[in-house]
């Protein structure tokens, strides 16, 4: 059994999942509604893996007999000027997250909770994974500057995720 100060931090990474995901899938409405079918398609994949994130966690309070508490989530910006915009915010985002995740590290290793210490590990490495993805896009486009070909190019990459 995990404690309750543990549950509800868990509820909070729960819904700041789920805010990431919310996040995701505007930027990939914007993309579509700006013709950008790959950078679309990204999004909408980087949506389903925030869900994958939360649902992880849900699966584990259930797991210790916890209850799983959701709660409203916020609103999120709906339209951006451009795609480096995006990415901007994407690693932004990414990286106030990893400070989640080492916030909960660090309750768990307060409490001595070695299973949710060991639970918060796979954490710890896709946020390794999501940083490092984010920067390599928003690098290849800083690459890519205002050559439309290989934005094309791009474009077609991304949605191939
Ligand atoms: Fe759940 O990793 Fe992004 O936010």
Redesign the pocket.
């Known amino acids: 059994m995990i404690s309750a100060k543990m549950q509800a931090a868990i509820n909070a990474q729960i819904n700041?999942?789920m805010w990431?995901?919310y996040?995701?899938l505007a930027m990939s409405n914007d993309a579509a509604h700006k013709g950008l079918k790959g950078v679309s398609h990204w999004f909408r994949k980087?949506y389903d893996?925030?869900m994958v994130?939360?649902f992880k966690f849900a699966s584990y309070l259930q797991s210790q007999m916890a209850k799983v508490e959701l709660k409203p989530i916020a609103k999120v910006d709906t339209e951006w000027s451009n795609v480096v915009k995006m990415f901007e915010q994407t690693i932004a985002?990414?990286k106030k997250?990893?400070s989640l995740i080492v916030a909960l590290c660090d309750q768990a290793a307060k409490e001595k909770d070695y299973a949710t210490s060991n639970m918060l590990q796979w954490?710890v490495n896709?946020?390794i994974e999501?940083e490092e993805t984010a920067q390599g896009i928003l690098d290849a486009l800083n690459m890519i500057g205002d050559d439309k070909a290989a934005f094309y190019m791009f474009d077609k990459e991304l949605g191939t995720r």
């Open positions: 700041a999942e990431s995901a996040l995701y980087q893996e925030e994130h939360a985002h990414e997250v990893t954490y896709e946020q999501e």
